[in-house]
């Protein structure tokens, strides 16, 4: 985020470079960075002479060359903006010709998204020297309830503890998805809103009490009727509750609190650490800690390994989802 902000501030200021190379897994940053040059740079009269479009699935390097020599027409600068340049993969290197003499009055923006190039190759180093070479990483899922915070925050909005990880929940690290229905939220609630786990599910469509956190809130304090309520209704509805999706998550809820039966500092601060959790839900690993000892949580890690493999079809002759959640809430409350 700290190199993100450098970038648009350079540019705010005038320190604009002739080549910026966004590469990474992450698409959300490269597609806002991209956004903003495009924005910004040139003013709207300027736009419609000195600013291009380039796709990397319907050009060769040599046309992106060519384009980017060409002078402004009554402006400063002209703006060249390759999208998708990952489909030119094979031949990103020819560019090394062109970064070796850059036109100084073009800003370059090649946005390889999904793939990064190996920064000892010639062709960063030449861009690195001249101009930005940018790596949008993935974030993990624990790092997404933080940037959900700071990107509303940003906007002037709160969000509820349970709202953010219900996002998480069913959106994983996907920041472009998650990013629109943050957008949505905005245009419907006023400013200085505090996001509800009520506001997601009646605008996003994800049910505020039949979803894998309420599950494992239901494991975690054993709660056995709440917990075959929610695997009743993912059995009904399959397509939107993938039991991989819930085996895994399960899995992985009892294997932290496996670490923390082992930690021994239960600092709640350096447990949040460990575990990777949101301090905010400390209290239901503490019950769940509680409730169900080492030895037990080792079995049941053992039995939600087995019902993983028997999730995707494998030696359980494609068993229904509901036996596999009744077996698995078996092996779990008994």
């Known amino acids: 985020m700290d190199e993100i902000l450098k970038i648009i501030n350079d540019i705010k200021s005038g320190n604009i470079k002739p080549i910026y190379f966004l590469m990474g897994e992450e698409p959300y940053y490269i597609d806002k960075l991209s956004e903003y040059i495009e924005d910004t740079i040139l003013t709207q009269d300027e736009k419609a002479f000195n600013q291009t479009v380039l796709y990397g699935r319907d050009v060769a390097i040599e046309d992106i060359a060519s384009t980017a020599m060409r002078y402004p027409m009554m402006a400063e600068r002209q703006v060249v903006i390759v999208k998708e340049a990952q489909d030119l993969a094979k031949t990103i290197d020819d560019l090394e010709k062109y970064v070796s003499n850059p036109m100084l009055s073009t800003v370059l923006v090649i946005c390889y998204k999904y793939k990064t190039l190996d920064k000892r190759k010639k062709l960063v180093k030449l861009i690195d020297k001249i101009g930005v070479v940018f790596e949008s990483k993935k974030l993990y899922e624990n790092q997404v309830g933080q940037w959900i915070t700071r990107v509303l925050q940003g906007k002037g909005y709160t969000i509820e503890p349970k709202a953010n990880a219900m996002l998480v929940e069913f959106l994983g690290n996907d920041l472009s998805k998650i990013n629109n229905e943050l957008e949505k939220l905005q245009i419907i609630l006023p400013k ?128 229904p989802s509901h036996d596999l959640f009744k077996e698995m809430l078996v092996g779990i409350f008994n």
């Open 192 to 319: 200085g809103s505090a996001i509800a786990a009520k506001h997601i599910e009646e605008n996003i469509g994800f049910s505020k009490d039949f979803n894998n956190f309420e599950l494992l809130n239901a494991l975690g304090s054993k709660n056995q009727l709440k917990a075959y309520q929610i695997v009743q209704y993912f059995s009904e509805n399959e397509k939107a509750n993938p039991i991989i999706v819930t085996t895994s998550t399960v899995f992985g809820f009892f294997v932290k609190l496996l670490k923390y039966h082992g930690l021994k500092d239960k600092n709640p601060k350096n447990v949040a650490s460990v575990l990777g959790v949101n301090p905010y839900f400390l209290k239901d690993y503490d019950l769940a800690l509680k409730n169900y000892p080492m030895k037990k949580v080792s079995q049941i890690v053992t039995t939600m390994r087995s019902i993983d493999v028997k999730s995707k079809g494998v030696g359980a002759n494609a068993l």
